[in-house]
């Protein structure tokens, strides 16, 4: 009987086995012949390369973010996690449907061939990228080192657009974007990604601002996408003792449980810290601040972060495309799934500025939840045509009748503790009606101190560098200046947590 039995338990199991074989093989001859029909019979010429719709085909049933990564895509990936790119050394942003440079580094092929912050590309090898995102425009102004491109930039006082002819050349892609003293006890560093070098780049900057007098540490994590795993795990280990849980992973098959525990003891465990998010700090973000928060190690402070949780593996199909594919989902050290749900893309997506947000599952809730710091809308509205950044770039070159006089006058000041004269004011406010921006009296006057600030910001920018802009930005930042607010609550949270792992 027992072996009876056992005979009908395995038998089914054979069959499932052999049907699921024989499907995958006619699925696939299936393909081969939607494939051949399409490539020789389409009144249409396919507009894509057949495979790589037919892979994107296959991934649009899965989560939102397995994928097809295309050679492009694919080699933006490379560049992003091993901190280098070959490109031109600048920053970019589309400001009126135009990519306008924000910034040219020093050194880099940009700054060589004559590339000025406020010039606005227009053409790209002779191709027109008026109305291409910064993500697109990344994508044709990127290439092989050594290559070049040629591109067409418009410039304030010139009637006709510039032409460069630049070779492209290595980059250096830092994720410490910014790492300063914000008074002589308060460190600040900016993480923009987690790629290969992460941890380096954070431990050489602790250990400068360590030596600078640094008691307390505000780590910002906001935009922060996320990156590799193991730059999130090497920079947790700078906080906390082994062998204290960092992550978790969990999956369909055995090789996909993991625990990542701390295992060095370093000169940061006694460091008081607090941790910025927000709605976009996501995935490796999210791994971080999970892990500070489960053992009470610093405060998380912001809105609540994305909610991406999924561990991608890159499976490769060519030389030059490969497959993301999530093959597990990250677990905090208490066990929470960083991971939200997905119902659809529009709630997946958009539902980071929904009321319920706080709601869902998933994602890493804030210690000390801040609301979001929003511009008045006039002063968003001149934002959003780009005016402040334009005006004081005109300004800052002596183009504005209100240079001569006041241009000398901030320069002599220390970055950013200039005010925004009347006059000034008066100026900028009839450059935003020559573009087109109307406002009543009360609009303006609900607006005012955000447009103030707008100029003060960009000007500094444009005259000192952005380390010295962001100085001005954190001045009006609430969830920055609350984690200011809040470091005797990270001293004592130091102490509990020291006291709570001595053997």
Not at 47 to 71: C, I, Q
Not at 153 to 168: A, D
Request: charged share 25%; net charge positive.
């Amino acid at each position: 009987m027992k072996n009876s039995l056992k005979a009908l338990f395995i038998l089914p199991v054979v069959i499932l086995t052999v049907f699921a074989a024989d499907l995958f093989r006619l699925n696939l001859e299936r393909l081969m012949k939607a494939y051949a029909y399409i490539a020789q019979f389409s009144y249409e010429k396919p507009k894509t390369n057949l495979f790589y719709a037919a892979v994107e085909g296959m991934t649009a049933g899965l989560d939102p973010h397995s994928r097809f990564l295309d050679p492009a895509t694919l080699r933006t990936l490379r560049e992003d996690q091993s901190g280098k790119f070959y490109g031109l050394g600048i920053s970019i942003t589309s400001i009126n449907g135009k990519i306008t440079i924000m910034q040219v580094l020093k050194g880099t092929p940009a700054e060589k061939a004559g590339l000025l912050v406020g010039d606005a590309i227009v053409k790209v090898d002779g191709k027109s990228i008026i109305g291409y995102t910064s993500t697109e425009a990344v994508k044709v102004l990127r290439g092989p080192k050594g290559t070049k491109v040629k591109i067409e930039v418009e410039r304030e006082g010139y009637k006709k657009p510039l032409e460069f002819i630049i070779e492209r050349a290595e980059i250096p892609l830092n994720s410490v974007r910014y790492a300063f003293m914000w008074n002589s006890e308060i460190g600040y560093i900016a993480l923009n990604s987690f790629a290969i070098k992460s941890d380096e780049e954070i431990h050489s900057a602790l250990k400068k601002l360590k030596e600078q007098g640094m008691k307390y540490l505000i780590l910002d994590l906001r935009g922060n996408g996320g990156g590799a795993l193991n730059a999130a795990v090497e920079i947790c280990d700078e906080f906390l003792l082994p062998p204290q849980v960092i992550v978790s992973t969990r999956g369909r098959t055995p090789e996909s449980y993991m625990v990542y525990k701390a295992k060095k003891s370093g000169q940061y465990e006694d460091l008081p810290l607090a941790i910025l998010v927000n709605q976009y700090s996501a995935s490796a973000s999210e791994i971080t601040a999970g892990a500070i928060q489960d053992h009470r190690r610093g405060l998380i402070v912001g809105t609540r972060t994305f909610g991406k949780g999924l561990v991608q593996t890159l499976y490769p199909l060519s030389e030059d495309t490969a497959l993301a594919l999530t093959t597990a989902k990250y677990y905090t050290p208490s066990g929470k799934c960083i991971q939200k749900p997905f119902t659809n893309w529009i709630t997946y997506f958009w539902g980071i500025y929904s009321a319920d947000y706080d709601k869902t599952p998933g994602g890493i809730t804030p210690d000390v939840k801040i609301k979001l710091q929003l511009l008045k809308e006039l002063a968003a509205r001149m934002r959003g045509k780009g005016l402040f950044f334009r005006w004081a770039n005109l300004f800052v070159n002596d183009k504005r009748p209100v240079s001569r006089e006041f241009l000398p006058i901030i320069k002599m000041e220390k970055p950013g503790h200039f005010k925004i004269d009347k006059k000034l004011l008066a100026d900028f406010l009839k450059f935003a009606k020559e573009n087109g921006v109307k406002y009543t009296k009360k609009e303006l006057k609900e607006a005012l101190s955000d447009i103030e600030f707008e100029l003060k910001y960009e000007i500094t920018n444009l005259l000192w560098g952005l380390e010295a802009g962001t100085k001005v930005l954190l001045d009006n930042d609430k969830t920055f200046l609350k984690a200011v607010e809040l470091k005797a609550k990270a001293e004592e949270m130091v102490d509990e947590y020291l006291r709570s792992t001595e053997k």
